[in-house]
Nanobody, 123 residues
Framework: QVQLVESGGGLVQAGGSLRLSCAAS????????KGWFRQAQGKEREFVAA????????NYADSVKGRFTISRDNAKNTVSLQMNSLKPEDTAGYYC????????????????WGQGTQVTVSS
């Protein structure tokens, strides 16, 4: 069984920064891709960023390129999302997921999810 726990969400003004973290425990896949998705109220869950097990390859949604950075620490079994220059449209629940698909961008690629952490960006 895999457990994923996100943290680091909160309320921030537009232009500010937040750093999200996701800690994995239990039976985790050593060569898994880890990803971040977000879901705004009334909308479908959408891809934000993903990183391969080695950390050498990453993928980002166009809407966050140049502002968000995904990273991982395999020794600590964590994945982080540094979010800079936040905009009100970044407001959403943010979820980390685990997949065996390299740089998976579709939510159905991910078999394990955390409970999410809320990010609210005020204008």
């Amino acid at each position: 069984q895999v457990q994923l726990v996100e943290s680091g969400g909160g309320l921030v003004q537009a232009g500010g920064s937040l750093r999200l973290s996701c800690a994995a425990s239990g039976r985790t896949f050593s060569r898994s891709t880890k990803g971040w998705f977000r879901q705004a109220q009334g909308k479908e869950r959408e891809f934000v960023a993903a990183i391969t097990w080695s950390g050498r390859s990453t993928n980002y949604a166009d809407s966050v390129k140049g502002r968000f950075t995904i990273s991982r620490d395999n020794a600590k079994n964590t994945v982080s999302l540094q979010m800079n220059s936040l905009k009100p449209e970044d407001t959403a629940g943010y979820y980390c997921g685990l997949t065996n698909y390299a740089l998976g961008t579709q939510s159905y690629h991910y078999g394990y999810w955390g409970q999410g952490t809320q990010v609210t960006v005020s204008s």
